[in-house]
């Protein structure tokens, strides 16, 4: 079965860096849209980045330009390079594929 395992959250401080990954298993990463999300505390779930098959990529306006989705088709992963962070950062962060299929998220907190 498909399965994405998020890793790489934890506590940073305002300008700080984090790397997630995304483990891809069950399916053939080349075959996938994939889509960083991001839900807040009382928040809605807000897509944060994209990236097509072919590697073109999106991103909400509140990361652009801080934020880059990448991926290694011939590893089945996905990262999200977060750069620059906010406390507004501050969230779930999960990673979902084309399929529908979701991970269990890794927590990110920017916080001094």
């Known amino acids: 079965q498909v399965q994405l395992v998020e890793s790489g959250g934890g506590l940073v401080q305002p300008g700080g860096s984090l790397r997630l990954s995304c483990a891809v298993s069950g399916t053939r990463l080349s075959f996938n849209v994939m889509y960083w999300y991001r839900q807040a505390p009382g928040k809605d779930r807000e897509l944060v980045a994209g990236?097509?098959?072919?590697?073109?990529?999106n991103y909400a306006d509140s990361v652009k330009g801080r934020f880059t989705i990448s991926r290694d088709n011939d590893k089945n992963m996905v990262y999200l390079q977060m750069n620059s962070l906010k406390p507004e950062d501050t969230a779930v962060y999960y990673c979902?594929?084309?399929?529908?299929?979701w991970g269990q998220g890794t927590q990110v907190t920017v916080s001094s």
């Open positions: 990236i097509s098959s072919g590697g073109s990529t």
């Open positions: 979902k594929n084309s399929g529908g299929y």
